[in-house]
């Protein structure tokens, strides 16, 4: 039987509160020339009810020995907050000074597509479209470019409704 090497964590969310968690990767060098410098990767989670409140834990299923980097968004009612952490070892440092995040809220009065996003070979993204009220990703319609020879994807948005997007970039150095 195959064993699975891993680390866990838990956070607990108060009521009102729904926190999802994204690893973030690296692309591997030899294809940064075609494809983002950085991934996210959305953490599989457990969760236990605690009275008003709910437990989670979450699972990185491959940690690097030198630590993963972590991006945390709790959605609460019309507002997310968003943080960033380390996994190193068994313990997860979150950042007492928050780094600045720049992400966008989507909203139309039409239907209508979110931008082209490239695909890595594992079919990992660098952009992350997400329904605030249920935390879930959009699934994005995938469709290969024979063009570029890339697989692409674009979300479909509703109107009327608002959505939370964002990438990973990096600035002057730093994730």
């Known amino acids: 039987m195959d064993m699975l090497q891993g680390k866990h964590f838990s956070i607990t969310d108060p009521k009102g509160v729904n926190t999802v968690i994204y690893q973030i990767n690296k692309t591997k060098e030899e294809y940064l020339n075609e494809y983002p410098k950085y991934t996210l990767e959305r953490l599989d989670f457990i969760e236990e009810i605690r009275g008003e409140s709910r437990r989670k834990t ?22 997310v907050v968003i943080n960033s952490g380390l996994l190193i070892d068994d313990e997860v440092r979150i950042s007492k000074n928050p780094g600045s995040f720049k992400f966008n809220t989507l909203y139309s009065e039409e239907e209508q597509e979110f931008k082209e996003f490239n695909y890595t070979p594992n079919m990992k993204r660098d952009i992350c479209v997400i329904d605030p009220e249920t935390t879930e990703e959009l699934k994005p319609r995938l469709y290969f470019d024979e063009k570029e020879n890339k697989v692409k ?3 479909k948005l509703k109107p009327n409704k608002p959505y939370f997007a964002f990438e990973i970039r990096e600035n002057k150095g730093n994730v």
């Open 58 to 79: 979450f699972f990185v299923d491959e940690p690097h020995s030198e630590g993963d980097q972590i991006v945390i968004l709790s959605f609460a009612k019309e507002r």
């Open 153 to 155: 994807g674009r979300c």
